[in-house]
């Protein structure tokens, strides 16, 4: 293999990464001149990875970008964060779940419009302390991430909801098709959080942020809703994992679509089609999870007042109409009541679990970058916490005080807490 020249960030790759990058592009026939490093987005985009865009000049002065998903080397961070299990699920997405998903579709025939569509993946390395995940750079296609500061829009959520629709109905067929391929993914996607509640200083730090969040606000009435929710998410979760693991309406779920983890193609501003990145918390759950995840996490309460509804219909809509491309119905796999029931059944659990992820939407840039180094040279929670809400700007409590009451506010209108 020729030597490939790198330049960039040279440090943020390890040499066995750098010639994994090298045998990746080998593999697809492209040589390459020199590979340029560099970082993409920023501090608060992502927690878990360092996230890098890869470009490879090629001998034919053509330009090959990629995006690199990779692990941190540092140790504390590494068990902070589960490093090792949720690179370890996104690569048995790509490599296992989203391929025979991929392949389905294709021989049922479904056109590239009725498919689950999802980055190309051009290689996993699952080496512990070398991990990197190399994927599409979506943006060649005019793919864009919206600012996590701004709630998605009406049209928005319902590009997402389409493809939300599109792989609960792959995973809905593929389940009834080959059942025994389908149960296989149980033991090869983890619970990140079921393991880190394992460890009774995370529990600590859990019941300490609810303290927190409840001093933050001014008013009786969100102090209540509040209370004994952050807290006791580890229970509400093992409960509703309990439930998923035993019920048939459990599918492949994206698990974590919060705004930095939507990719929108826009056309005069305007989202034509959503694409779910970052597949490091997939699990088998109910489908209800990732409508609850994403509509309480990166909408506002304004929204949800008007749409609300409207959303789960158009949902289960597209999930039928998703199933027809099988030869399926929703009636039949995924009842509508059956949809209402679970969006009762875990609303608890997604409303504590928007409000510690609120924590770190709120987070300014300078911030963001302040909790990770944090993160990496701190090993215990109780430090983590106090580095979470501890001296915010006025305008950063103000957002986070506001993400709450409109949280609240959305849950008692929908009748899921009183």
């Known amino acids: 293999m020729a030597e490939v020249t790198f330049e960039g960030e040279l440090e943020s790759l390890t040499p066995l990464q750098k010639e994994f990058v090298s045998e990746v592009l080998q593999n697809r026939g492209l040589k390459a001149n020199r590979v340029i490093i560099e970082t993409l987005g920023q501090a608060g985009d992502n927690y878990v990875a360092n996230v890098k865009k890869i470009t490879a000049e090629l001998e034919n002065a053509e330009l090959f970008t990629m995006v690199a998903k990779v692990a941190p080397t540092n140790t504390i961070l590494r068990a902070t964060m589960g490093t090792a299990m949720v690179f370890g699920n996104e690569c048995a997405m790509y490599n296992e779940i989203l391929a025979r998903f991929r392949d389905l579709q294709y021989e049922t025939g479904l056109t590239e419009e009725e498919s689950f569509r999802f980055p190309e993946c051009y290689g996993t390395l699952s080496e512990p302390m070398n991990e990197i995940i190399l994927l599409e750079d979506l943006k060649q296609s005019n793919y864009v991430m919206m600012d996590r500061f701004t709630p998605l829009t009406n049209d928005s959520v319902k590009e997402v909801l389409k493809s939300f629709a599109k792989l609960h109905a792959v995973s809905f067929a593929l389940k009834k098709k080959d059942p025994d391929t389908f149960e296989s993914y149980h033991g090869k996607l983890q619970d990140l959080f079921s393991v880190l509640s394992a460890n009774p200083e995370f ?27 952050v807290s006791k998410l580890p229970e509400q979760t093992a409960k509703t994992l309990k439930f998923d693991r035993n019920s048939r309406y459990s599918v492949v779920t994206h698990g974590d679509s919060w705004t930095n983890n939507l990719m929108f193609r826009l056309e005069d501003n305007n989202p034509v089609h959503a694409i779910l990145i970052d597949y490091q918390i997939s699990k088998i759950a109910s489908p209800a999870c990732d409508l609850l995840y994403m509509i309480f996490s990166s909408t ?47 609303s608890r659990a997604y409303f504590s679990s928007s409000i510690l992820l609120f924590t770190v939407l709120i987070r300014k840039t300078e911030d963001a970058a302040k909790i990770k180094e944090s993160m990496e040279l701190n090993a215990n929670f109780k430090k983590s916490r106090a580095d979470m809400l501890g001296a915010l700007d006025p305008e950063t409590l103000a957002l986070f005080k506001n993400k709450i009451e409109g949280l609240v506010e959305s849950y008692r209108e929908f009748g899921y807490i009183e």
């Open 203 to 229: 529990r600590a730090f859990l019941t300490g942020i609810e303290m927190d969040m409840i001093s933050t606000l001014d008013s009786d009435s969100y102090k209540k809703a509040v209370k004994n929710s």
């Open 300 to 346: 506002d309460h304004s929204t949800r007042h008007q749409h609300f509804y409207e959303w789960i219909d158009f949902y289960h809509s597209e999930l039928d109409s998703s199933l027809s491309n099988f030869g399926l119905k929703a009636n039949h796999l995924y009842p509508r009541d059956q949809l209402d029931a679970d969006l009762r059944r875990y």
